[in-house]
């Protein structure tokens, strides 16, 4: 199973099972509410599933940082230099042999998503030529993108402490999917 699997794998996991948990927390004080059962009886099964909850959150962190792990390290992958891209067509339109416009830069971007050695290469001809660099990704940009969903998905798994808890974040797997995919590595 591959990284951006996993993750959401793991992600998908937790909101199941928190909410089932989250929906016994919040049965267990309607019944404390309504008088159905004593407050020793409330004490006794809260603190099971209270545990219970603070345990999945453990170990959905820790899935989500293994998961991570291996994204960080296909990101520093993609950004190492790779010999094999340097014999691409696009390298030699990049010598200067030939004026390039800002468009033919940018397609030059598009079919090299992959390469960091060929967007690197465009980013500095587009400076000794004064053009503006098109938009392409770039292994900060990458990292932060991933940070920035991470961030998300903490906040949703640290705000799941209530029994009324709702995930804008870590229930969407075609958020985090999406994200992913955005990073443009071999996940």
């Given at each position: 199973?591959?990284?951006?699997?996993?993750?959401?794998?793991?992600?998908?996991?937790?909101?199941?099972?928190?909410?089932?948990?989250?929906?016994?927390?919040?049965?267990?004080?309607?019944?404390?509410?309504?008088?159905?059962?004593?407050?020793?009886?409330?004490?006794?099964?809260?603190?099971?599933l209270?545990?219970s909850?603070?345990?999945?959150?453990?170990?959905?962190?820790?899935?989500?940082?293994?998961?991570?792990?291996?994204?960080?390290?296909?990101?520093?992958?993609?950004?190492?230099?790779?010999?094999?891209?340097?014999?691409?067509?696009?390298?030699?339109?990049?010598?200067?042999?030939?004026?390039?416009?800002?468009?033919?830069?940018?397609?030059i971007?598009?079919?090299?998503?992959?390469?960091?050695?060929?967007?690197?290469t465009?980013?500095?001809?587009?400076?000794?030529?004064?053009?503006?660099?098109?938009?392409?990704?770039?292994?900060?940009?990458?990292?932060l993108?991933?940070d920035?969903?991470?961030?998300?998905?903490?906040?949703?798994?640290?705000?799941?402490?209530?029994?009324?808890?709702?995930?804008?974040?870590?229930?969407?797997?075609?958020?985090?999917?999406?994200?992913?995919?955005?990073?443009?590595?071999?996940?």
């Amino acid at each position: 199973m591959n990284a951006k699997q996993k993750l959401i794998d793991a992600c998908k996991h937790y909101t199941g099972t928190v909410t089932t948990v989250n929906s016994q927390l919040r049965e267990l004080g309607n019944q404390l509410a309504n008088r159905r059962i004593t407050k020793e009886v409330y004490s006794e099964q809260y603190g099971p599933l209270a545990i219970s909850r603070e345990h999945l959150q453990r170990s959905t962190i820790e899935a989500i940082e293994a998961a991570t792990d291996e994204i960080r390290q296909q990101i520093d992958r993609w950004a190492e230099f790779n010999p094999e891209h340097a014999s691409r067509p696009d390298v030699a339109l990049l010598s200067g042999a030939f004026p390039l416009t800002a468009e033919t830069l940018q397609q030059i971007v598009d079919r090299n998503r992959d390469s960091s050695l060929i967007l690197a290469t465009v980013d500095e001809y587009a400076r000794k030529h004064d053009i503006d660099r098109p938009e392409h990704p770039t292994a900060e940009s990458k990292h932060l993108a991933l940070d920035n969903l991470l961030r998300h998905v903490a906040a949703d798994i640290r705000s799941a402490n209530t029994p009324e808890s709702e995930f804008d974040y870590v229930g969407d797997s075609d958020y985090i999917g999406s994200v992913l995919d955005g990073l443009g590595v071999n996940l």
